[in-house]
């Protein structure tokens, strides 16, 4: 069965953003399905939130200093990302950030200086300048997040944090097979660009040669020390010394006397026979599986690659364009997009659970936007120790190959936590900075329809705020048996909201909100 | 009982509770009456019936001043490297000569370990650790927690083991991690769900208000029930979310039926004690869990560390005897290992401030009424050559033991499966469990 066009509009917002509230989709159908994506794809033209002074003052403190409250750090900026995620008119922008996050997974547990992931953070949404060291919104030249991906390996690998965490800030030039230290030579081949095998084809990408020669490229690429005017290493600095000039022997091709030679090779690399390039395919799928489904066809990963490889006069290996093929209908991935196979078929991952739910709950009906909650506040303490529990902890991956995600996020351990998550964060109140119940259930119009116990009212309109389809006959049954059980012991005057609260807490808990 | 029977069941108690208005009460006991079933048909179908205890020491634990050499070459070069923290020699604890003829000692704070040493229940293996030592803590811990020295591996080496020896999964509590909320490596697995607990109280569904609580539970499980067919992972989630419930069900009752000995005192300050008081708790549960895994951390000496290093042994050695004796006192010492391991061992030389820095090797003990105790392997030896040039920690020698020599032993010896897989090839064994 197709979707009609308030769940087309709503999968959108739920996978190009966070969330579709009802007002939101009633705004962008307003604005009908063409705009909508348009408006999220040209996010520049909607203001961003702005950075955290707090954030900015730890960069300058002295390095024992940070070190000291370094924890603190992570912890603020953990919580500001998360408020930006909640708050932002750009939520496209914030879930490329994200995805960036995840496929170029970087972790403070291998970082000397802390403070360079939130360089990495500001870098994925293009406000970073490595050259410079500089913070500037946005940073003239920076392709991220939705730019050309031929010039965010170059600020990929310029980046601070990266030339910590995978070791290239200590690669020198060593013989004409290899550079000191092949760590990001490899990962950069295996992990951030094209993967081992070509997604479809199955074949070898690259050989243990192609690393080895990249290496030598990627030789002197490194952070300087120190730097006029900042407390620690942020400024990308080109150590001729260090270099390996070539030339270099990379994918087929003999040449360079610099690293540029490597990305151009990467991201331009055909296999044998194959009308596709590796990178192509590899992003498409990457892409599609975060925004589409899970193991996309290898008709839509092509399809997707052929926008990358500008196979059809377009720029090439432009991320917008290949985001507009996936949202614009009207092609045969924006059709597998907008399938049935496709809606309500996302696992929401930790950051996507809470963000989602902090949106929801403290969306504000005469604004037509989420307020979010006090970035100081018990709730975002809550909130974010909660994320651990569910398994994501925001700058700190497993590893450098990201978070597995899909199903796997949902474990006894995360069903627990996120169910417990919601109770919590629903119990606190406003004092505490938790959420604004009162005014939900206002603007929701519920307190009229307790007290005349229209109960399948109430779970009508909760079900629509919070769940991406109504519920099952079963569900809603269920959930109206329990706004009539009794409680022993409540005030009668409370009665009714503790009701909605705890509503609301099962709908959090159940499967449905689970997914997007 | 299968997987898919199991919760067949579940998700027809939960339409009975619904249909006919059984109360809560009645339907827990239902479930379990259920659960209880599983495990006995399980248990009879298991060929082993061992548990393990993993007690991880985080940080990199100074082997050299855990067990300490009295004799030979080792001794005089040890004190030499270790002008402010060596152990004065009266106070160590002679244990026995290695295989090299080193008389060796434990640390005083390990004085409860002695006893049980002394009881043959201890195995001391030296010198563990692998080739091409990392010396980074998150590097080092995934290679132990993975078994895999590339670091390429997802899962953890315990993880491997539950999937190979469960592959249906049946009971939602096989494992349990009591190490924080966060899942070791170890235990990671691509099938099995292994819960991270950080406390058995804890590990509850809560709810405001309580009085609210039974209300809520029906109607979560109502809410996870089989529908008409939906998305298929739908369908997962509902039946992770009963897995769920079913383990809290399953421990939370479980525990309730350990009854506490005046003769056995955990001390409540000592958080591995806590934390293996919840292990009897859950083991005389007898709730068919196989694994357990807690930690204590603080190992990353670098500074003053006489001090720190002494009260963490202490609060091993104490922990790990008051819950051997509890274990004795129910009556399952004879299926219980324990196994201790820290992410690599300390530099020989001490540093400029009374400290040590990452190193290499250290001792691992293997603990329980079935160990043959006694010393596996040898001290290492700290003579310059062989030493790792510049870095002064020792070289992962001929005479050093991988530790995956370890896991093929725990697995082939312990819970009797083939090693070989799980690890990515053939250990050797050592000889530490008695037949």
């Given at each position: 069965m197709p979707l009609d066009e308030y769940d087309k509009i709503a999968h959108l917002l739920r996978r190009a953003g966070f969330t579709a509230h009802p007002d939101e989709v009633e705004a962008a159908t307003a604005r009908g399905l063409q705009a909508t994506v348009e408006d999220l794809l040209n996010f520049e033209k909607f203001p961003d939130v702005p950075p955290d002074p707090e954030l900015l003052a730890a960069l300058d403190l002295s390095q024992d200093d940070f070190n000291r409250m370094r924890g603190d750090f992570l912890n603020k900026l953990t919580r500001w990302w998360l408020h930006v995620m909640v708050t932002t008119p750009r939520p496209l922008q914030e879930k490329m950030v994200l995805f960036w996050h995840g496929l170029f997974a970087t972790s403070v547990t291998g970082l000397e200086f802390w403070q360079q992931i939130y360089l990495q953070n500001e870098n994925f949404r293009g406000n970073f300048d490595p050259d410079t060291g500089r913070l500037l919104r946005?940073?003239?030249?920076?392709?991220?997040?939705?730019?050309?991906f031929r010039r965010m390996l170059e600020y990929l690998s310029k980046d601070p944090a990266m030339l910590y965490w995978l070791d290239n800030q200590f690669n020198v030039k060593k013989n004409s097979e290899v550079g000191s230290n092949e760590n990001y030579a490899r990962e950069l081949h295996e992990l951030f660009s094209m993967g081992v095998e070509d997604v479809v084809a199955r074949v070898p990408n690259y050989t243990e040669r192609d690393i080895r020669q990249a290496s030598r490229a990627l030789t002197g690429w490194r952070v300087l020390p120190r730097a006029a005017g900042f407390t620690f290493p942020r400024v990308f600095f080109f150590d001729a010394q260090r270099h390996d000039f070539g030339p270099y022997e990379h994918l087929g091709k003999r040449g360079g006397t610099n690293a540029d030679f490597i990305f151009d090779n990467i991201v331009r690399h055909r296999n044998p026979g194959q009308k596709q390039s590796a990178v192509g395919r590899f992003l498409g799928y990457r892409l599609f599986t975060f925004f589409g489904y899970e193991d996309p066809e290898p008709e839509i990963i092509n399809a997707l690659a052929d926008v990358f490889d500008g196979a059809?006069?377009?720029?090439?290996?432009n991320i917008r364009n290949m985001l507009r093929t996936i949202f614009t209908p009207g092609n045969i991935v924006s059709e597998a997009f907008y399938s049935e196979r496709a809606f309500r078929a996302r696992i929401k991952s930790p950051t996507e659970y809470v963000v989602s739910l902090m949106r929801l709950l403290t969306f504000d009906r005469t604004t037509g936007r989420p307020d979010g909650l006090q970035l100081s506040s018990a709730a975002m303490r809550l909130l974010q120790n909660a994320m651990i529990q569910m398994g994501q902890q925001l700058f700190a991956p497993p590893d450098v190959s990201g978070w597995r995600e899909g199903l796997a996020w949902i474990t006894t351990t995360s069903v627990l936590a996120r169910f417990n998550f919601a109770n919590d964060v629903l119990s606190l109140g406003v004092a505490q900075g938790g959420i604004d119940l009162a005014r939900l259930i206002a603007q929701a119009g519920l307190q009229e329809a307790m007290q005349q116990n229209r109960y399948g009212e109430v779970v009508d309109t909760l079900a629509r705020w919070l769940w991406p389809a109504p519920p099952s006959a079963e569900a809603r049954e269920a959930l109206i048996a329990y706004l009539q059980a009794p409680i022993p012991d409540v005030n009668p005057s409370t009665l009714a909201t503790t009701k909605i609260r705890g509503l609301i807490h099962l709908m959090l808990a159940a499967p449905d909100f689970q997914l997007c | 009982m299968n997987k898919t029977t199991r919760r067949e069941f579940i998700k027809k108690s939960g339409l009975t509770l619904l249909s006919v208005g059984l109360g809560q009460q009645a339907f827990l006991r239902q479930v379990r009456a259920a659960s209880e079933s599983v495990l006995t048909q399980a248990a009879a179908l298991s060929p082993v019936d061992r548990i393990l205890v993993v007690i991880q020491m985080d940080g990199g634990n100074d082997g050299l001043n855990t067990v300490i050499p009295l004799t030979g070459s080792a001794a005089s070069l040890y004190r030499q490297y270790r002008p402010t923290l060596a152990i004065p020699e009266e106070n160590v604890l002679p244990i026995g000569t290695d295989a090299a003829g080193t008389l060796v000692g434990f640390h005083p704070s390990l004085s409860p370990l002695k006893d049980l040493y002394a009881q043959g229940h201890v195995a001391v293996i030296q010198s563990v650790g692998y080739p091409n030592p990392n010396r980074s803590h998150f590097a080092s811990q995934d290679i132990w927690h993975t078994a895999d020295p590339q670091g390429m591996k997802r899962t953890g080496w315990l993880g491997d083991y539950l999937d190979v020896a469960f592959p249906s999964a049946d009971n939602p509590l096989l494992a349990i991690s009591l190490a924080g909320g966060r899942l070791p490596l170890t235990l990671r697995a691509e099938q099995v769900l292994v819960p991270a607990i950080s406390n058995v109280a804890n590990y509850q569904f809560r709810t405001q208000p309580p009085g609210d609580h039974e209300n809520k539970m029906r109607t979560f499980l109502a809410l996870n029930r089989e529908t008409a067919p939906e998305h298929v992972l739908r369908e997962q989630i509902r039946l992770i979310a009963l897995d769920t419930y079913e383990s809290v069900q399953m421990l939370q009752s479980g525990v309730q039926r350990y009854t506490s000995d005046p003769s056995i005192t955990y001390n409540q300050q000592n958080p591995l004690a806590r934390a293996l008081q919840q292990v009897a708790q859950i083991l005389a549960a007898?709730?068919?869990?196989?694994i357990l895994y807690v930690s204590i951390g603080g190992f990353d000496t670098h500074q003053s560390q006489a001090t720190p290093h002494a009260t963490l042994l202490s609060r091993l050695s104490e922990a790990v005897a008051v819950f051997y004796a509890d274990l004795v006192r129910l009556g399952l010492d004879d299926r219980v290992l324990m196994m201790t391991w820290s992410e690599f061992g300390r530099k020989v030389l001490e540093n400029g401030n009374q400290g040590t820095d990452h190193g290499t090797v250290g001792p691992q003990f293997l603990i329980g009424t079935r160990v043959k105790g006694g010393i596996v392997g040898e001290h290492p030896s700290l003579r310059a050559e062989d030493l790792n040039p510049g870095l002064g920690d020792p070289k992962f020698s001929a005479r050093a033991i991988d530790f995956r020599s370890t896991y093929a032993t725990i697995l082939e010896r312990w819970f009797r499966v083939d090693s070989r897989e799980i690890l990515g090839g053939a250990f050797e064994l050592l000889d530490v469990i008695r037949a």
């Open positions: 946005p940073a003239p030249g920076n392709p991220f997040p939705v730019g050309n059809h006069g377009e720029e090439p290996f | 007898d709730l068919g869990t196989r």
